[in-house]
């Protein structure tokens, strides 16, 4: 009978680890968009004064996660362990009763951009870890021992977790979930039935992820946004059925999102110009011309951008999803989303040459696959390290 009850605790803590360590993995796979998310956070409970720290707080809380879970998994340290995942699932579980009650126009972030959930679900989702960990931890004694080989399968899987964070955050997320990702293809007034009246056209305002983007008639969003309001706007639109938009406009307030979807284009993206490396974005926009693509230099406005490039504004929440690099490369052809590159990893010379050579197809192919892979390789040898060793 305490054999069963034993198996019984650790299939629990096993089932709360994996959770644990798929939803910290998720948002390691995009510390940029964690830190978005971080933000939302702070802005909702009035912590303003934290905006600063909310990539460093959600790296700092999506690696803890991951950890987290691998421990639980792997069965070491457990009643620490035990302790650790008790207070995250019992703070986890107010945060989002707080949501569900208050029903905020945000989305909780609990797997990142890979799912997305609504406060009902989270709590739920929440509650059922609630009842797993008192199952797994209560009485909170007699946990047990690790088999042997655990505490080395455990002290393997966390340096293998600070690198995909280094990765993730020094190159680009291995899985791109944003509005933005390669394959995406971009509205544009010109390709599209984007009829105007007066420079304005009626729309309905819906928001998500604290992202408000308005929508025609025939082109409403699902469940996962919220109604807002109604209005006449024209360009402010973030997505058009199930194509994003990328809207900017030139020094003399005239839009050109329809430049971003002619030909081959490379879009440089700024969306924090006090910190860009503008020589390396001449460098690289010169090289571009070069080969023969159309170049974009895309920025929120600011006093730090060069007087000598010619520069077009977008706003912030376009600009970060496009490309999570603070100047980072993004190639378009006729407007569909390629390839996307961190500013030291832009490819030039031979690199360019060879890759507008390729079929945009194979291109696009190639380059998903492989950080698929990547991804997919990292979790399974995770899993088999904390499972089987």
Not at 213 to 231: A, E, I, K, R, Y
Request: glycine letters at 8%.
């Amino acid at each position: 009978m305490k054999k069963a009850h034993h198996r019984l605790r650790r299939l629990c803590a096993v089932l709360i680890g994996l959770t644990f360590l798929f939803s910290g993995l998720f948002k390691l796979l995009d510390p940029v968009g964690t830190g978005l998310i971080v933000s939302e956070y702070f802005k909702f409970f009035h912590l303003g004064f934290l905006q600063g720290a909310s990539k460093a707080s959600g790296m700092g809380l999506s690696l803890l996660e991951a950890i987290t879970g691998a421990a639980l998994i792997a069965g070491v340290y457990r009643k620490v362990t035990a302790a650790v995942a008790s207070v995250m699932v019992v703070f986890f579980t107010a945060v989002t009763l707080i949501l569900w009650i208050a029903n905020p126009a945000m989305d909780c972030g609990c797997f990142g951009e890979a799912i997305h959930l609504t406060h009902g679900q989270t709590l739920l989702k929440n509650v059922v870890l609630l009842s797993l960990a008192l199952s797994a931890f209560l009485p909170f004694q007699n946990f047990g021992v690790p088999r042997k080989g655990k505490v080395v399968a455990f002290w393997l899987a966390v340096p293998s977790l600070v690198f995909a964070l280094w990765f993730n955050a020094r190159y680009l997320p291995m899985i791109d979930y944003t509005e933005f990702k390669p394959g995406a293809e971009l509205f544009a007034s010109l390709d599209n039935d984007y009829q105007e009246m007066d420079g304005k056209v009626p729309t309905f305002i819906y928001e998500r992820d604290g992202q408000r983007g308005s929508f025609s008639l025939d082109n409403l969003p699902d469940s996962t946004w919220t109604f807002v309001g109604v209005d006449t706007l024209s360009r402010s639109i973030y997505r058009s059925g199930d194509k994003p938009v990328l809207s900017f406009r030139d020094a003399g307030g005239t839009y050109r999102d329809e430049d971003a979807v002619l030909g081959k284009v490379m879009v440089f993206s700024v969306y924090a110009p006090a910190r860009a490396d503008w020589d390396r974005i001449r460098t690289q926009r010169a090289e571009s011309v070069a080969q023969g693509l159309h170049p974009l230099i895309l920025s929120v406005p600011g006093e730090d951008i060069p007087q000598d490039l010619e520069v077009f504004y977008a706003d912030y929440k376009p600009l970060i999803t496009l490309n999570r690099a603070n100047g980072g490369a993004t190639y378009l052809d006729n407007g569909e989303v390629i390839s996307k590159w961190s500013p030291k990893d832009v490819p030039s010379g031979s690199g360019l040459s060879g890759l507008l050579q390729r079929d945009p197809v194979d291109a696009f192919t190639d380059f998903t696959v492989k950080r698929r892979i990547r991804a997919q390789g990292f979790t399974l040898y995770l899993l088999a390290l904390l499972l089987l060793l």
